[in-house]
């Protein structure tokens, strides 16, 4: 009998402490954005894992799942493109005078140094048989990632099967799978701020990344000497 009244006794004691439990998580509220801390973390980003996800969505734009793959898909895209486009900008500014020199061709820089943008100006010196190029190969690109959407099985957003240095861990290998996937989302999102800043930067100075901030594109001996010459200057 006394086995018993302590049996029910403790039953009762686990479901109110579950009831409890229940309670409190209701009350907590919904989780927060690792991202914007102050802000719900919106839902809909819980039915899928993506890589780089701190729960950022302010406005709400995903809404649905298929919108967030949409979504995924277009940040990778312009993450690849910025990539590219932060190491060619300055890459550009450095070489584009030397080789259209060695060509007997007309440079695309300005007078400042400075590459074409929409915002520098300057895209009319470039070819339109160039432009018509990259667009060319920008829809075919495109063309072949919806193909893959459409008929590869655990499509991942951006996968378009390009690894020709077999960097892309093997299949059983899912946790160095998320590193690489994780590393190309965070390098891209920094290159879509850098190639941003370097539009805004160009445009308000008048003058080109790599002369307005030649200590990260000159060789680390001549950072270093510069430096030190001018700190003897000030000593003296």
């Known amino acids: 009998m006394q086995f018993r009244q302590i049996l029910a006794s403790s039953s009762s004691t686990l479901l109110l402490a579950s009831l409890i439990i229940t309670n409190v998580n209701a009350l907590a509220g919904p989780q927060m954005s690792q991202a914007v801390p102050f802000l719900a973390r919106p839902k809909v980003l819980d039915q899928v894992d993506l890589a780089g996800d701190v729960g950022f969505d302010p406005l709400n734009l995903a809404g649905t799942?298929?919108?967030?793959?949409?979504?995924?898909?277009?940040?990778?895209?312009?993450?690849?493109?910025?990539?590219?486009?932060?190491?060619?900008?300055?890459?550009?500014?450095?070489?584009?005078?030397?080789?259209?020199s060695a060509l007997n061709l007309s440079s695309t820089l300005d007078a400042a140094d400075r590459?074409?943008?929409?915002?520098?100006?300057?895209?009319?010196?470039?070819?339109?048989?160039?432009?018509?190029?990259?667009?060319?190969?920008?829809?075919?690109?495109?063309?072949?990632?919806?193909?893959?959407?459409?008929f590869v099985a655990d499509y991942i957003p951006g996968d378009l099967g390009f690894d020709p240095f077999g960097l892309y861990p093997e299949e059983m290998d899912e946790e160095?799978?998320?590193?690489?996937q994780l590393a190309e989302v965070k390098h891209g999102r920094i290159a879509m701020l850098a190639?941003?800043?370097?539009?805004?930067?160009?445009?308000?100075?008048?003058?080109?990344v790599v002369d307005?901030?030649?200590?990260?594109?000159?060789?680390?001996?001549?950072?270093?000497?510069?430096?030190?010459?001018?700190?003897?200057?000030?000593?003296?």
């Open 212 to 236: 307005e901030t030649p200590f990260f594109f000159a060789p680390f001996t001549q950072t270093l000497g510069n430096a030190l010459e001018k700190f003897l200057q000030q000593s003296q």
């Open 115 to 150: 590459v074409p943008s929409l915002l520098n100006g300057g895209l009319d010196k470039i070819s339109p048989l160039w432009w018509g190029f990259c667009v060319g190969l920008t829809a075919a690109i495109d063309l072949y990632g919806q193909k893959r959407a459409r």
């Open 195 to 208: 190639v941003t800043g370097y539009a805004i930067q160009e445009a308000v100075l008048k003058e080109g």
């Open 65 to 100: 799942v298929d919108n967030l793959m949409e979504m995924r898909e277009a940040e990778i895209k312009h993450a690849r493109l910025a990539m590219l486009a932060a190491a060619g900008w300055p890459i550009s500014e450095l070489l584009d005078n030397k080789i259209a």
């Open 176 to 180: 160095g799978r998320k590193r690489m």
